[in-house]
């Protein structure tokens, strides 16, 4: 079965720190690409960041791309969101999507990816 469980999201003050993590599972043939997503109250989700799993190729979106790090440690299944810098409009709920196969589309098209987790509140305020 299946799972990506994120965790490491809470609330921060503008300035601060937070490293998001997704421990995924059941991926008995392995996966193409894992993506962090990100939904604010009343706007669509955005794709933050993904990682290509055949040679560790990252990719961010503008408004992170200088704040975000994405990594994965093989060994423990876990893909990693470092973010730098937080602004209040980072303030979001933070899911990770795993893609079984290659993108038809771009890597932030969230209709790419087959399997995603419950989320992780990352909230920045003063």
């Known amino acids: 079965q299946v799972q990506l469980v994120e965790s490491g999201g809470g609330l921060v003050q503008p300035g601060d720190s937070l490293r998001l993590s997704c421990a995924a599972s059941?991926?008995?043939?392995?996966?193409?690409?894992i993506a962090w997503f990100r939904q604010a109250p009343g706007k669509e989700r955005e794709g933050v960041s993904c990682?290509?799993?055949?040679?560790?190729?990252?990719f961010y979106a503008d408004s992170v791309k200088g704040r975000g790090t994405i990594s994965r440690d093989k060994a423990k299944n876990t893909v990693y969101l470092q973010m730098n810098s937080l602004k209040p409009e980072d303030t979001a709920l933070y899911y990770c999507?795993?893609?079984?196969?290659?993108?038809?589309?771009?890597?932030?098209?969230?209709?790419?990816?087959?399997?995603w987790g419950r989320g992780t509140q990352v909230t920045v305020s003063s």
């Open positions: 990682i290509r799993s055949s040679d560790d190729s990252t």
């Open positions: 059941g991926f008995t043939s392995g996966y193409y690409a």
């Open positions: 999507a795993a893609a079984l196969t290659s993108w038809y589309g771009e890597w932030r098209d969230s209709y790419e990816y087959d399997y």
